[in-house]
């Protein structure tokens, strides 16, 4: 089963980024720190029920949208910058029946195509990491929400201050060119701080991976198959979990989440 990876393909999944990694190669839908986990805690800090409307930034393939509707009744609208996410987080949609609750389009986080105070909750995550301005989409995710609302952050937070040498080998070992902009939760507080952001409440998530009950939870029965045996029986993508996971052990005390969450008043 092995010989049947693309010779072409090798480098990719050696070297790609770890997000491209994971979704890509291994075939992960829910990629962001902590997972459903990290997504619980946000969730439970939203008061959310069935007339709340949730605005879900930088959604991807519609997971956690689909999650809090099935779970609240609720209705989202997810946006994300990638043309092909929305469409197969659409026809993921269609195939579920939510797409009475459930709403997907095209949108960049630094510049929400919505008037201000249109949600009752706005959620986001794993996408501070990517922007330069951190501030603007901040700022973006309470304009949208209505005085009261709530808008939260899953971001991955490191434990302590990570020096030069350790971040040359998160880029060289990992490949997660975006953790380069991670910070502590210290530095996260910081950068809320300068947003003006209100009422910040932070939850610390002690580990950034779960186990494969709880991947079975968040993928599914099929998907967690699929990953199951792309991470046994392809080489290539075996081999780099394990590099991976070998290294995120040894620096356990380095990696971990936040959950950001501010009010609007």
Known sequence: MENNINPEDTVSTAKCDIFEFFANHLGLTVIHPG??????????????DSNTKVLDIACGKGSTAFYLAEKYG????GIDISEELIQEANETCQKKGLT?????????AMDLPFDDNQFDVAISQGILVFVDD???????????IKNGGKAGWVELSWKKEPDENFLDKVFNVLRAYCLMNARTYEGWKKVFERANAHNLVIIKGKTITGNFFETLNEEGIVN???ITFNS?????VRNRL???GKFVEENSDYFGYGVYVIEKT
């Open 35 to 48: 997972g459903l986990k990290a997504t619980r805690k946000l969730e439970e800090t939203m008061q959310i």
């Open 74 to 77: 609720c209705s989202v609208v």
């Open 100 to 108: 009475n609750k459930v709403k997907f389009q095209l949108g960049n």
């Open 134 to 144: 951190k501030t603007k989409t901040i700022n973006e995710a309470s304009r949208v």
């Open 224 to 226: 967690t198959i699929k």
């Open 232 to 236: 046994i029986f392809k080489s290539e």
């Open 242 to 244: 394990k590099i991976m």
